[in-house]
């Protein structure tokens, strides 16, 4: 009986010859199935690539945030002041939490925007409730110790390249406006309490800012670590410079004016927000 099943080609030609499968050779099932796990992470991934651009843009807005909200609760009536900050935060998350993936320009208006809340809410402790600066520290610390534990217990993971689900997400977010509001409240202990003024205060966090990247480099200590220890630091380093900046000069600053500093780190923030937007260098790797 003849046999009409197609005869199975030999890997070896001949012995010692390995023959390669032909370039028309493809795994469908194993590249539909990587095509899917792709694109499900590039539409879950909600935060940017961390590069030297991630950190630049986040000290500008620490800066202008502390800025701005200092312009504004002096300016105007500081009960508007707090009311508007509130409503600009409120937008900006609900813009960002709308988008499916990540957008830069919905990411880093949230930012800017949690920098100009966070401002309002550690001075408010301060400056209307009279809490010490070195109180209203710790008690920042106390509440980004409690996020951190609640959002590891929960997701075992504080890694910033796992948030690819809502409460994912909004630990994150909860996260960033603690560090905000720790990083203001220590800043103006530096300043105020300890009597560094604003110039030498960021001086001595621009040290501190620099500490994690070394010893990541050097040592290779923990990354999450590394990242969260750096973030924290943008704040008081940033809000410093500012303040050195815009202060009159009979508290130690050069009295370049709140609102000239805040309008112009908003156009430098702007500037390389949309550089970002147009060569996307800030996307996460996709896998």
Request: hydrophobic share 55%; aromatic share 18%.
């Amino acid at each position: 009986m003849n046999d009409f099943r197609p005869r199975r080609r030999h890997v070896y030609a001949q012995p010692g010859r390995l023959r390669l499968p032909s370039s028309n050779y493809r795994p469908a099932r194993r590249t539909a199935f990587q095509g899917a796990r792709h694109q499900a992470w590039q539409v879950l991934t909600k935060v940017p690539k961390i590069t030297a651009y991630f950190w630049i843009i986040k000290i500008l807005t620490t800066g202008m945030g502390e800025a701005l909200s200092d312009f504004l609760v002096h300016r105007y009536n500081p009960y508007l002041a707090v009311l508007l900050g509130t409503a600009g935060i409120v937008a900006a998350l609900v813009w960002q939490f709308s988008r499916e993936g990540y957008s830069v320009w919905a990411y880093w208006t949230a930012v800017a925007m949690v920098s100009v809340f966070g401002t309002m809410a550690a001075d408010v402790l301060h400056v209307k409730l009279g809490i010490p600066y070195i109180v209203s520290s710790l008690f920042y610390a106390v509440v980004l110790t409690i996020i951190f534990a609640v959002w590891y217990a929960s997701e075992r993971t504080l890694s910033i390249h796992s948030i690819h689900t809502k409460r994912r997400e909004a630990f994150y977010w909860l996260t960033v406006l603690a560090t905000f509001a720790l990083g203001t409240a220590t800043g103006d202990l530096t300043a105020a309490t300890f009597h560094l003024g604003y110039f030498f205060s960021g001086v001595l966090f621009a040290v501190i800012f620099a500490i994690p990247a070394l010893a990541y480099w050097l040592f290779r200590i923990n990354a999450v670590f590394a990242f969260w220890f750096a973030y924290i630091i943008t704040r008081p380093l940033g809000a410093s410079f500012a303040d050195w900046f815009g202060v009159p000069h009979y508290l130690g600053g050069l009295n370049f004016g709140r609102g000239n500093i805040s309008l112009v780190l908003t156009a430098l923030i702007v500037v390389f927000v949309t550089f970002l937007a147009i060569t996307h260098r800030d996307e996460q790797a996709k896998i």
